[in-house]
């Protein structure tokens, strides 16, 4: 695919003719304008229909990892410049890591620094964006100086310095999400160099024609003479993690012990170089062939970071794309890979209760217990139980199992804390008056459940877990508002839900009733149920009840 790139015109201020320099490992698409002297990077991408000109405004600057996206226009005055980080004056900077998001304009004299997004439609004009900041859609920031690492909302318009020092800080899952971004970017650019080498694409096509199921493609990044059996998505994943400054772990753990979940650490990778880490990625396959092996990253907070599954007993090599923690835009907890298979991992806690124990622990969450009697949990009046301070989830399981006997024959149920918020994340009934709460095989089989309230409730549903109509009887009964939220399996990824309405239901039959047509709805979707407190304007429960 020919890169259409053309020399500066000659103007009364400048007659260099001076031509782009692209990177041999950057990808440019060729329905790009690309015009005078910009620079691009290493591992640059540059979307379908963007325009970068440097006819005007000269020079550009775009570093490596970058990623520019669909319709970006950059341009830059004649008059005005800023300084890079190289000291030298552009008429426009992009630094590192970078996401210049869909229909964004950065428009000269402007510096967007290391590791910035700019959302979509967003623009940046006569400014200086420090490095880290997340700028989202909509917004206009123009005059000003953001100081490093602040969070700019859509739509707003920050043109005063004053504005621009009053800003918030970036959290961590929005930083996520910003890593998250550049990775799926850098597998795309991957993807895009293949689709233009017939030595890459040739083999593709002929698996397809044999009608394989599963696709295992090589490393598909040309600029790379890296060997490799393991996916180009766990290929670009490893070089992410290194150019994020990431330790690289893996660990493994056999077929029966993998229901589980109690994982054992391979020999730790301390490598820098790309090469190396995959040798001692393939290295650690062979000596655990027939066994599940996952990899992750380790941040400087100590916390994992997109961990994915990349080999099972059967040999096949996981190949599934990023997996990254995907932050709600709430800040609830977020989906990280487990045992997967819905075994029991005790003998009291169902596998969907210890999938979110780990799910808590791998996103930072403290975790507590709390219970009621009877009589009081018509009333909503929970006690709280002794905290648990265990950091692994053997340790936390232990002591949910040790409150659950201390209070036989009442409800317990587990917390998840956001401490750095102070507020909940999660709140799950784990136990009732007649025993632990038991998931059944396949979470939907026909549910029979007896309630407080003077009589016995009997309710029968065809798609909902006893615990789900527990939570929908406790919402109600505590005076709570009832809603139900969609996302589909690309969105789930970033945690972009979308509200199906409130319920506004009298009776739990009623109640039931409506969130089963929200799954029947969806049922192609991942469906969670909402509790929400309107006296205090904050959610009480947030639980997925439905998987595609």
Same mark, same amino acid.
Request: hydrophobic fraction near 35%; include cysteine; charge should be neutral.
């Given at each position: ?408 024959? =009442?409800? #317990?149920? !587990? *917390?998840? @804390?956001?401490?750095?918020? $102070?507020? /909940?994340? +999660?709140?799950? %009934? &784990? ?93 192609? =979707?991942? #469906?969670? !149920? *909402?509790? @929400?407190?309107?006296?205090? $304007?904050? /959610?009480? +429960?947030?639980? %997925? &009840?439905?998987?595609?």
């Amino acid at each position: 695919m020919a890169v259409r790139s053309t020399a500066a015109p000659p103007t009364p201020w400048s007659r260099s003719l001076a031509e782009p320099d692209i990177h041999q490992t950057a990808f440019v698409h060729s329905s790009c304008n690309l015009i005078g002297d910009v620079h691009l990077g290493a591992n640059v991408i540059i979307a379908p229909g963007t325009s970068i000109r440097a006819d005007e405004g000269t020079p550009f600057h775009i570093g490596e990892n970058t990623n520019i996206q669909d319709g970006v226009v950059i341009h830059g005055l004649e008059q005005g410049r800023v300084v890079g980080d190289d000291g030298r004056k552009y008429s426009v900077w992009v630094g590192k890591n970078a996401s210049i998001t869909h229909m964004a304009l950065i428009h000269g004299p402007a510096y967007v620094g290391d590791s910035c997004f700019i959302g979509f439609r967003s623009t940046v004009f006569n400014a200086r964006v420090g490095a880290g900041c997340i700028v989202m859609m909509h917004a206009l920031i123009q005059d000003v100086e953001i100081p490093p690492g602040k969070y700019v909302a859509s739509g707003s318009v920050i043109t005063t310095q004053q504005q621009a020092d009053r800003l918030p800080d970036v959290q961590d899952q929005d930083q996520e999400f910003a890593h998250h971004v550049v990775g799926i970017n850098q597998a795309l650019r991957a993807g895009y160099r293949c689709a233009e080498d017939l030595k890459c694409i040739a083999p593709i096509r002929d698996e397809l024609t044999q009608n394989y199921t599963s696709i295992t493609v090589e490393e598909l990044d040309r600029s790379s003479e890296v060997a490799s059996k393991l996916g180009a998505d766990t290929v670009e994943q490893v070089r992410y993690l290194l150019e994020q400054g990431y330790k690289i772990g893996t660990e493994h753990v056999g077929e029966r012990r993998f229901r589980t979940g109690v994982w054992e650490s391979c020999q730790p990778i301390e490598t820098r170089s790309l090469g190396e880490a995959i040798s001692a990625l393939e290295s650690c396959l062979t000596d655990h062939s027939g066994e599940y092996v996952r990899l992750f990253g380790i941040n400087q907070g100590r916390k994992r970071v997109l961990e994915t599954i990349i080999q099972r007993p059967d040999g096949v090599v996981g190949s599934s794309g990023f997996k990254a923690p995907a932050a709600t835009s709430n800040g609830s907890y977020r989906s990280y890979s487990s045992n997967g298979n819905g075994a029991v991992a005790s003998g009291s806690l169902s596998a969907e209760t210890v999938n979110q124990i780990n799910q808590l622990l791998a996103s930072g969450y403290k975790i507590g217990t709390e219970h009621v009697d009877e009589r009081r949990f018509r009333t909503g009046t929970w006690t709280s139980s002794e905290s648990i301070e265990a950091t692994s989830a053997n340790q936390v399981v232990a002591a949910l199992e040790k409150c659950m006997n201390s209070h036989q024959g =009442e409800y #317990v149920r !587990l *917390i998840g @804390i956001d401490s750095k918020a $102070k507020r /909940r994340v +999660l709140e799950a %009934i &784990i136990q009732r008056p007649d025993g632990p709460v038991v998931a059944s095989s396949n979470g939907k089989a026909p549910v029979t459940s007896n309630y407080v309230g003077g009589s016995t409730a009997t309710v029968t549903s065809s798609s909902l877990s006893t615990e789900v109509v527990d939570q929908l009887q406790q919402l109600l009964t505590s005076g709570f508002k009832i809603s139900i939220e969609h996302v589909d399996k690309r969105r789930f990824r970033t945690g972009t839900w979308t509200s199906a309405g409130q319920i506004e239901a009298r009776s739990k039959a009623e109640a039931i009733a409506a969130v089963e047509a929200c799954i029947s709805k969806y049922s192609g =979707e991942y #469906v969670r !149920l *909402i509790g @929400i407190d309107s006296s205090a $304007k904050r /959610r009480v +429960l947030e639980t %997925i &009840i439905h998987r595609p």
